[in-house]
C-alpha cells in the first residue's frame, strides 16, 4: 500500500517548456488535490476533483490544467511554464468526499525549478 | 488574501519546553481545523484536528486550544523534543460543492535544541 505517489520527484525547466506532474493514490479516494508550496505561504490549492470526472479551480488556478484520468490518477499540467512556477507541487487524496472530518493524505511531492 | 494567519514564522524551543503556534481565521464557513506536520524533503501529514464545538483537545504530548468567538486556534507541544522539529500548518476546513476544502495557515518552522 503505497498511498499517494508522485512523479518525478525533481524537474528543471526552461520558460516556455511543457510539463506534466503525475499523481496516483491506491487508497480508492474519490477526492483529489493539487498544492503548490512557497516560502512563507503555506501550501495553496490549484486544481482539485470531488470525483472521477470532475474538476474544479482552487486559490491560484492560473497557468495550470489538470486531467482526472480515472479514480487513481490526478495529473496537474503546466503548458507553458515560468518562474513564478517554481516551486514543490504537493499531491493529496481523501475520502469519504464531504465526510465533516476527512483526512487528506499526501504524496512526497515534486520540486520544480523554472528558469 | 490569507485567510488563516499563523504565528510565528519560526520557533526555537529547548528540549523539554512547550512549544506554542497561533492561529487566527476570518470565514465563519470553516467548520473543521486540522493541524498538520511535515518533515524535510516530506509531504505533509495530519497531526490533530479540533471540530467548533469543542475548546480543547489534546492527544499525547498535543493539544489543540479552540475559541470560536475570537476565531482563534493554537497548537501546544508539551515536553518538545528534539524529534518534534518540522514544520507545523494549521489549516481550516469548509465544504465546497461536492467536496472539501483546506486553507493552509503559513507555517510555522520548530527547532527543538537537545
Known amino acids: 500500500n503505497a498511498g499517494v505517489t508522485q512523479t518525478p520527484k525533481f524537474q528543471v525547466l526552461k520558460t516556455g517548456q511543457s510539463m506534466t506532474l503525475q499523481c496516483a493514490q491506491d487508497?480508492?479516494?474519490?477526492?483529489m488535490y493539487w498544492y503548490r508550496q512557497d516560502p512563507g505561504m503555506g501550501l495553496r490549492l490549484i486544481y482539485y476533483?470531488?470525483?472521477?470526472?470532475?474538476?474544479d479551480k482552487g486559490e491560484v488556478p492560473n497557468g495550470y490544467n489538470v486531467s482526472r484520468l480515472n479514480k487513481r490518477e490526478f495529473s496537474l499540467r503546466l503548458e507553458s511554464a515560468a518562474p513564478s512556477q517554481t516551486s514543490v507541487y504537493f499531491c493529496?487524496?481523501?475520502?469519504?468526499?464531504?465526510?465533516?472530518?476527512?483526512?487528506?493524505?499526501f504524496g512526497p511531492g515534486t520540486r520544480l525549478t523554472v528558469l | 488574501q490569507q485567510q488563516v494567519k499563523q504565528s510565528p514564522q519560526s520557533l526555537i524551543v529547548q528540549k523539554g519546553g512547550i512549544s506554542i503556534i497561533n492561529c487566527a481565521y476570518e470565514?465563519?464557513?470553516?467548520?473543521?481545523f486540522p493541524w498538520y506536520q511535515q518533515f524535510p524533503g516530506k509531504g505533509p501529514a495530519l497531526l490533530i484536528a479540533?471540530?467548533?464545538?469543542?475548546s480543547e483537545k489534546k492527544e499525547g504530548r498535543f493539544t489543540i486550544s479552540f475559541n470560536k468567538s475570537a476565531k482563534q486556534f493554537s497548537l501546544h507541544i508539551m515536553d518538545s523534543q528534539p524529534g518534534d522539529s518540522a514544520t507545523y500548518f494549521c489549516?481550516?476546513?469548509?465544504?465546497?460543492?461536492?467536496?472539501?476544502?483546506?486553507?493552509f495557515g503559513s507555517g510555522t518552522q520548530l527547532t527543538v535544541l537537545p
Open positions: 493529496a487524496s481523501s475520502e469519504p468526499r464531504t465526510r465533516l472530518y476527512n483526512e487528506q493524505f
Open positions: 487508497m480508492n479516494h474519490n477526492s
Open positions: 476533483s470531488a470525483s472521477e470526472g470532475t474538476t
Open positions: 470565514n465563519t464557513a470553516f467548520d473543521y
Open positions: 479540533i471540530r467548533p464545538d469543542v
Open positions: 489549516a481550516a476546513s469548509r465544504r465546497s460543492g461536492s467536496a472539501r476544502q483546506l486553507t
